[in-house]
Nanobody, 119 residues
Framework: QLQLVESGGGLVQPGGSLRLSCVAS????????IGWFRRAPGKEPEGVAC????????NYADSVKDRFTVSRDNAKNTVYLQMNSLEPEDTGVYYC????????????WGQGTQVTVSS
């Protein structure tokens, strides 16, 4: 079965950091571009970051650029999202998704992990 599982979410104070992980089971990620998405309370889902299958290319939303970093370790079948300088507006459910194409046409989605940034 093809499955993505996110982990690493939790409650963090403003200015803090979290690292999210996206682990694939049932398939290997080395041929897939991986995107990170989030859905904040009362807002539409938005793309946060994505990374090419090789890890050589990345894209970021303007709202997280210079604060978030997406990376991958294909040997571990895992993609990471390092989130620094977190703000309350970063609160939401974060999802990872896999695509055979670069940062588009995602076929597989995880269930999400909750990130809450609050004092």
């Amino acid at each position: 079965q093809l499955q993505l599982v996110e982990s690493g979410g939790g409650l963090v104070q403003p200015g803090g950091s979290l690292r999210l992980s996206c682990v694939a089971s049932g398939f290997t990620l080395d041929s897939y571009s991986i995107g990170w998405f989030r859905r904040a309370p009362g807002k539409e889902p938005e793309g946060v970051a994505c990374i090419s299958s090789s890890g050589e290319r990345t894209n970021y939303a303007d709202s997280v650029k210079d604060r978030f970093t997406v990376s991958r370790d294909n040997a571990k079948n895992t993609v990471y999202l390092q989130m620094n300088s977190l703000e309350p507006e970063d609160t939401g459910v974060y999802y990872c998704a896999a695509s055979y194409y670069f940062c588009s046409a995602y076929d597989y989605w995880g269930q999400g992990t909750q990130v809450t940034v609050s004092s």
